[in-house]
């Protein structure tokens, strides 16, 4: 089992660009929702996709925006890029059993110049 | 609203027990422990539900207090392995909705 995996594992934008992140769920998990993790800082929620729908959504601006697909892999989306979207972006897949907790990818550190 | 993780670090030598505290000013669902290694993707430890009991394993444990919005994680005897940032994620009232992490507590085990 794979585990959760993310592209690229490393980005350098500039400000006002755009850029897309992708994810492929763990095997057998449906639900994607992706954080922003600064630095020292927990995770931020940023959404969550369930059947190809935005399910949730946190306190982030229209410039993040998302998909899933079919095959529940999910990329997430940033226009306009600002010196402050530099962050890590966690992916986290999780099935119907919320017992289980979530389980995180590698992440994907983006650096905005 | 962010839950407030205390203390904000930690250092223990191997065999020593500790707490990490975990309190929130809303009324809780559930609370969910994370580790997360330096460079790496937090790894899911334990959730606690309201109303649930207390959960553990090995020589982890973890505890949820509704009433006073509280849950505390033990940490006993503890491995140069239990190093890392533990974070709480907490979910607010009927469930169902996104987890609000807090700051985190570093914590280092010394030989």
């Known amino acids: 089992d794979a585990g959760v995996t993310q592209s690229p594992t490393h980005l350098i934008k500039t400000r006002g660009q755009q850029v897309t992140l992708r994810c492929s769920p763990k095997s057998g998990h449906d639900t994607v929702s992706w954080y922003q993790q600064a630095l020292g800082q927990g995770p931020q929620f940023i959404f969550q996709?369930?059947?190809?729908?935005?399910?949730q959504r946190g306190n982030f601006p229209d410039r993040f925006s998302g998909h899933q697909f079919p095959n529940y892999s999910s990329e997430l989306n940033v226009n306009a890029l600002l010196l402050g979207d530099s962050a890590l972006y966690l992916c986290?897949?999780?099935?119907?059993?919320?017992?289980?907790?979530?389980?995180f990818g590698p992440g994907t550190r983006l650096t905005v110049l | 609203q962010q839950p407030v993780q205390s203390p904000q670090a930690v250092i223990l030598r191997e065999g020593e027990d500790a707490v990490i505290n975990c309190s929130s000013s809303k009324a809780l669902y559930s609370v969910h422990w994370y580790r997360q290694k330096h460079g790496e993707a937090p790894v899911f430890l334990m959730i606690?539900?309201?109303?649930?009991e207390q959960k553990g394993h090995e020589k982890i444990s973890a505890s949820f207090n509704e009433k006073k919005q509280q849950s505390s994680l033990y940490l006993t005897a503890s491995q140069l392995s239990y190093s890392g940032t533990y974070f709480c994620?907490?979910?607010?009232?009927?469930?169902?909705?996104?987890?609000?992490f807090g700051k985190g507590t570093r914590l280092s085990v010394i030989a």
């Open positions: 994620g907490t979910e607010g009232g009927a469930g169902n909705t996104p987890l609000v």
């Open positions: 996709y369930y059947e190809e729908e935005e399910r």
């Open positions: 986290a897949s999780s099935s119907g059993t919320a017992l289980a907790g979530e389980f």
């Open positions: 606690l539900l309201k109303g649930g």
